[in-house]
């Protein structure tokens, strides 16, 4: 594809992220949100930011000027949707699968379009101060593990309750929790018995 038709199909991309989620939804294909189709925004939005690093040779907008948009639009939109999760507003049976799940997934990304380019850049101040603090750093060092071990977790503890024969009953704040703390843990451990010692040995490797 020619380098000046990329932005074109960035922005293609992300159109047809969200638009193939709510035809999906609109006949009845369940679980079509965690499919690929519906998480080409993502990819979009990705892409268009790499593009625009690149300057006026390739984007017609700058970087900043992405970066800003996405802050404006997705930090607030992200924002009014979980205050409405929160207060059960919006209509909840399958979150991924409502217009609602789509719409919390596109500013999830634009939000997030936001947070990658302000952090590569560096962010000052009060928030900079924060971002470095060691706890959140570790977060930062932890987060494939978080990510990998996240959706499990909750069916790891069903099942040791279950087979434990323990009668436990959680509100789903403390059940929220008890799956962070069990997340959190699982991913310490697998960073420093198995993703820290992988990575050390790329100083055998040249590349």
Do not use: N
């Not at 593009?51 to 907008?61: A, L, N, T, Y």
């Not at 996240?150 to 929790?177: D, N, T």
Request: charged share 15%; net charge positive; hydrophobic share 50%.
């Amino acid at each position: 594809m020619p380098r000046k038709k990329l932005f074109a199909a960035s922005l293609l991309t992300i159109f047809i992220g969200p638009l193939s989620s709510l035809l999906a939804q609109a006949f009845g294909i369940r679980f079509f949100g965690v499919m690929t189709p519906s998480c080409l925004d993502a990819l979009g939005l990705g892409s268009l930011l790499a593009i625009s690093e690149h300057g006026k040779r390739d984007s017609p907008v700058s970087q900043a000027t992405i970066t800003r948009i996405c802050g404006v639009i997705g930090l607030p939109l992200y924002a009014i949707i979980v205050v409405m999760r929160a207060m059960e507003i919006s209509p909840m049976v399958t979150w991924l699968e409502t217009p609602w799940g789509v719409l919390h997934r596109f500013s999830v990304g634009l939000a997030s379009v936001w947070l990658v380019s302000s952090a590569a850049v560096g962010f000052r101040g009060l928030p900079g101060r924060v971002l470095e603090f060691p706890a959140i750093a570790h977060f930062g060092r932890i987060s494939y593990g978080i990510y990998i071990f996240h959706r499990f977790v909750p069916e790891l503890i069903a099942i040791a309750i279950q087979r434990s024969g323990a009668r436990v009953s959680l509100s789903e704040q403390w059940s929220f929790f008890v799956w962070l703390a069990v997340t959190l843990g699982l991913s310490s451990l697998s960073w420093h018995f198995l993703e820290s010692p992988v990575q050390r040995l790329k100083r055998h490797v040249r590349y």
